[in-house]
């Protein structure tokens, strides 16, 4: 990927470690011990006394925007384009990151893609510089913690040529310790490396509804004690990497058939309940050291008998979470964006209710302005205590001077080359993938499939869009892959609706193949994505099926002979799944949910832990 900066080190070179220190007005030594990335911060210890002595010294404005996690648009903190200029006015009144500091001086920043804040990593890393640099320049000014959603699978805001690994399901279906720890300490690496601190992964949801519409393959899977060790593993990874964990969506938001970005959902599960299925992975994450803990938008009434989501609920965040489970690291709610947490309060009350349930970093809201004088307003009159702001702000600064960011916020292009994207993770994802995917169906051993006997393939399916910046579509990466694996394939792409003449022309394509291979997506019992594998069926050539995201879709689909899942379609395990296919590799993943018969929802097809091998 070609380098987006403007000389050798990016538009916003990297500092020197005295303009580090001067900017942080000698707090950096008393805070951090040499430059280690997790230097002791205990709550009683020298370094929280400094810290509170920092606080001290901050405006009532200042102590405010510590709170706020904000998105910014644009590739450069200076210099964003003039489009993302306009959406950055139009959404925050700013024009550019360094504006966004100056005005509210938030403590943290979240990066997204779409926000065209990850083009490449060299880019990224100059944004992180200019970020710190306009936050250190300011008076009192401190390092920014900067954050994103880099779960893997199908959500990861940094792409190519960044390692992409496989997502939790998949790594569930692997079921292996020491690849989720390897996952989160390679991962961690290359994050930090572009000057990303805080990393919203892993997901410790236990996935135990095939209907859930927001979790699915972003879970380990849904057996709690399997996802706890899978969260814990991976929590010790990105530990060891010098990047901030985030265990999310406490209290659990695996059992629900409602996406809280779109509406509130409601999860029924008893007290008793809550504790077998849901807590483990939340407290082996604790036990672990996490580092943060990220808040639902769920209604738990078993949890909260008001019925409040659960990032305002202080019977959740403060009694469940700190007292019970005795959690003091940093608590960060979702996106305040999110219609869940905006269904039953305005927009002005949700970030005050949110600080008195117990929350320390408030996530990308809607409206800034709105939320952070909605803040400031609830301490001036009383309802908030500046004291309370203190408390949280000293967590997120121990997070920081753990981190290392007094010590030194900034990274360099050099780097970046030594970490991102390298051979050896790329050869490391690869491995861990290839331990994932999952063999389902294999009748009369169809699989793997000969290049002698069957060597032109006709490669059709789902292309939804490429998630995590990978190439993409996949019937186009796998049709690629196994092309390089010594077939001939051609690709096809019919989508997830295909029309009858999709359809016929697909048909009509396969009678020129040796077999084909159909990429599923969510596939519904009256959906024509069951049409076209049944009419290729019809057509008497091998049918090869991979689920690309929800393994469930193998109980629609009964005569397909060989059935793969791969629980996700990025190129990591799409390329798995075709050397599978091939028989480079012997299929090794074993099912991390339950399939259910879908003439029969109680009765499981295919239960935890199934999975052929040649």
Do not use: C
């Not at 707090?27 to 210890?45: E, I, L, M, W």
């Not at 709690?224 to 060790?229: N, R």
């Not at 990874?237 to 779109?262: I, L, N």
């Not at 807590?279 to 996490?290: K, L, Q, T, V, Y």
């Amino acid at each position: 990927m070609p380098d987006s900066s403007t000389g050798s080190t990016g538009s916003t070179a990297r500092p020197s470690r005295r303009t580090v220190l001067a900017a942080t007005a000698g707090v950096t030594t008393a805070v951090a011990t040499g430059g280690a990335a997790h230097a002791a911060t205990g709550p009683h210890g020298p370094d929280d006394r400094k810290l509170r002595a920092l606080i001290s010294r901050m405006t009532l404005e200042e102590k405010v925007g510590q709170l706020f996690v904000m998105r910014v648009y644009g590739h450069s903190a200076t210099e964003p384009d003039q489009a993302d200029i306009d959406a950055n006015l139009k959404e925050i009144g700013v024009r550019t990151a360094a504006e966004l500091l100056a005005r509210y001086r938030v403590g943290g920043i979240i990066y997204f893609a779409w926000a065209h804040n990850t083009r490449s990593p060299h880019q990224i890393a100059d944004l992180s510089n200019g970020i710190q640099k306009a936050s250190l320049d300011l008076p009192r000014g401190l390092p920014v913690l900067i954050s994103t959603d880099q779960e893997h699978g199908i959500v990861a805001r940094v792409g190519e040529p960044a390692t992409l690994f496989p997502g939790a399901m998949a790594v569930g279906a692997g079921g292996s310790r020491s690849d989720a720890r390897t996952l989160g300490r390679v991962a961690g690496r290359e994050l930090r490396a572009m000057g990303i601190r805080q990393n919203y992964s892993p997901v410790a949801d236990v996935n135990v509804n095939p209907a859930n519409p927001v979790i699915g393959v972003r879970s380990f899977g849904s057996d709690p004690e399997a996802v706890a060790d899978l969260v814990a593993a991976e929590v010790k990874g990105y530990e060891s990497s010098g990047v901030a964990s985030t265990a999310k969506h406490f209290p659990g938001h695996g059992d629900t058939v409602t996406d809280s970005h779109d509406e509130l959902p409601y999860i029924h599960h008893t007290r008793e309940q809550w504790e077998e299925l849901d807590a483990p992975p939340f407290r082996a994450a604790i036990a672990a050291g996490i580092d943060s803990i990220m808040t639902a938008h769920i209604v738990v009434p078993s949890l909260d008998g008001a019925e409040d989501p659960a990032t305002l609920s202080h019977p959740i965040l403060t009694g469940i979470l700190r007292e019970e489970l005795g959690y003091d690291g940093v608590v960060v709610t979702d996106s305040l964006g999110m219609e869940g947490v905006r269904t039953k309060y305005g927009d002005d009350r949700v970030p005050v209710l949110a600080l008195k349930a117990g929350v320390d970093q408030l996530l990308n809201p809607p409206s800034l302005d709105v939320a952070w004088n909605a803040v400031l307003t609830a301490v001036r009159d009383g309802e908030l205590s500046e004291a309370r702001l203190d408390a949280s702000i000293l967590r997120v600064l121990r997070l920081k001077a753990r981190l290392g960011l007094f010590t030194d916020p900034y990274v360099s292009h050099a780097g970046v080359d030594r970490t991102v994207g390298t051979r050896a993770h790329l050869a490391t994802a690869d491995r861990i993938t290839e331990r994932t995917t999952t063999l389902l169906v294999n009748e009369g051993g169809l699989l793997p499939l000969s290049r002698r006997s069957r060597p032109r393939l006709l490669v059709v399916g789902a292309d939804p869009a490429s998630p995590s910046g990978t190439t993409g579509p996949p019937t186009g990466v796998l049709a690629g892959a196994l092309t390089e694996l010594g077939f001939t394939a051609t690709a096809l792409s019919t989508g997830t609706a295909p029309s009858a003449a999709t359809v016929a022309k697909a048909v009509a394509a396969a009678q020129e193949a040796d077999a084909v291979i159909v990429g599923t997506y969510n596939v519904s019992a009256a959906g024509s994505q069951k049409t076209l594998v049944e009419q290729l069926l019809a057509t008497g050539r091998p049918v090869v099926a991979v689920a690309l995201r929800n393994p469930y879709d193998v109980a629609q689909l009964p005569g397909v002979r060989a059935y793969l899942a791969s629980y996700s379609w990025t190129d990591v395990e799409v390329r798995a799944a075709a050397r599978v296919i091939a028989g480079k590799v012997n299929p090794r993943g074993t099912l991390p949910v339950p399939v259910q018969r879908a003439d029969d929802p109680a009765t499981a097809l295919y239960p935890v832990g199934y999975g052929l091998r040649f």
